[in-house]
């Protein structure tokens, strides 16, 4: 098993930085890829960026390429999302997630493992 718990999400402005942290526990991180996911309000949950366990490449969202980064660290077990030129649609709930399979795009049904998500609201 592995237990994420996320952090850092918040109320901010359009065109802020926010930086949101994940620490994980449990089974060893650094065999795991990690994601990062949201949903916003009345909205499907839909992927954001995903790093492999090996931190070689990353993958993102067109709709957040350019503008977020997602990174690991293996010696402290956390992965985090730099989210900077934040705009209102970026609202919502952001979630860690991880699994032993890398996907470069992947679906939510696929990922094994959950963190309970940290809200980010980004005002006009």
């Known amino acids: 098993q592995v237990q994420l718990v996320e952090s850092g999400g918040g109320l901010v402005q359009a065109g802020d930085s926010l930086r949101l942290s994940c620490a994980a526990s449990?089974?060893?991180?650094?065999?795991?890829?990690m994601y990062w996911f949201r949903q916003a309000p009345g909205r499907e949950r839909e992927f954001v960026a995903t790093?492999?366990?090996?931190?070689?490449?990353?993958s993102y969202a067109d709709s957040v390429k350019g503008r977020f980064t997602i990174s690991r660290d293996n010696a402290k077990n956390t992965v985090a999302l730099e989210m900077n030129s934040l705009k209102p649609e970026d609202t919502g709930v952001y979630y860690c997630?991880?699994?032993?399979?890398?996907?470069?795009?992947?679906?939510?049904?696929?990922?094994?493992?959950w963190g309970k998500g940290t809200l980010v609201t980004v005002s006009s």
């Open positions: 997630a991880g699994d032993l399979n890398y996907f470069r795009f992947p679906t939510d049904r696929g990922i094994d493992y």
């Open positions: 790093i492999p366990r090996g931190a070689e490449t990353t």
């Open positions: 449990g089974r060893t991180f650094s065999t795991l890829a």
